[in-house]
């Protein structure tokens, strides 16, 4: 397996709530994404692993990215659990949906096309997971970025809270994880 991208802290500095913290360690490596392990058909097999640690007041999380409407993601959790935020944004960019799933060892979250995402390791070990993209698919990170971050911060108090640097944001809905693979993957694009 090749070297892992790694995302250190100073990577996620416009999206992370609390700044302060920010100022403390900021090459501290946060998580590894070790890309295109395998490709077949089209489809781009990832792999990314998060240490469980705290950010200040949130747990490590992903910085986030966008997808354009014809690409979507599943993930497969391999240890650990994680929420996966999951929004979408219309062009005036409010958040017209908003939604996180929970995900254990052995279950898959999708992500369809056309919304934007985040995953936070929420727990006391290590989070691995594994994904299926297409490999035509490019991450869009300005959004988020723009935003400081997703629609919804999820704090070490286990609270969320609203990003106010969006318009408008519905309120969170929870949705179950997949116990097994989707049989149609045509949302991979």
Same mark, same amino acid.
Request: net charge positive; aromatic share 18%.
């Given at each position: 397996m090749r070297n892992p991208d790694i995302?250190?802290?100073y990577d996620l500095k416009d999206v992370l709530y609390d700044q302060e913290w920010l100022k403390q360690s900021p090459n501290l490596e946060l998580y590894y994404m070790?890309? @295109? %392990? /395998?490709?077949e058909n089209n489809i781009r097999y990832d792999k990314t692993v998060i240490p469980a640690q705290k950010l200040g007041r949130e747990f490590t999380k992903t910085k986030g990215h966008s997808h354009p409407d014809k690409f979507?993601?599943?993930?497969?959790?391999?240890?650990?659990?994680c929420f996966c935020l999951?929004?979408?944004?219309?062009s005036q960019e409010e958040v017209e949906d908003v939604y996180a799933?929970? @995900? %254990? /060892?052995?279950?898959?979250?999708v992500i369809p096309p056309g919304y934007s995402h985040i995953t936070i390791n929420?727990?006391?070990?290590?989070?691995?997971?594994?994904?299926w993209v297409s490999d035509e698919f490019h991450a869009d990170y300005s959004l988020i970025e723009e935003k400081?971050?997703?629609?919804?911060?999820?704090?070490?108090?286990?609270?969320?809270?609203?990003n106010n640097n969006y318009k408008k944001v519905p309120e969170l809905k929870f949705k179950k994880a997949l116990d097994s693979k989707p049989e149609d993957l045509s949302f991979l694009g």
């Open positions: 995302r250190y802290l070790y890309r @295109a %392990i /395998k490709k979507g993601e599943l993930y497969f959790v391999v240890s650990g659990k999951i929004q979408k944004t219309n799933v929970e @995900a %254990i /060892k052995n279950q898959y979250i929420h727990g006391e070990e290590t989070l691995e997971m594994t994904n400081k971050g997703a629609s919804y911060y999820y704090l070490t108090d286990f609270q969320w809270l609203k």
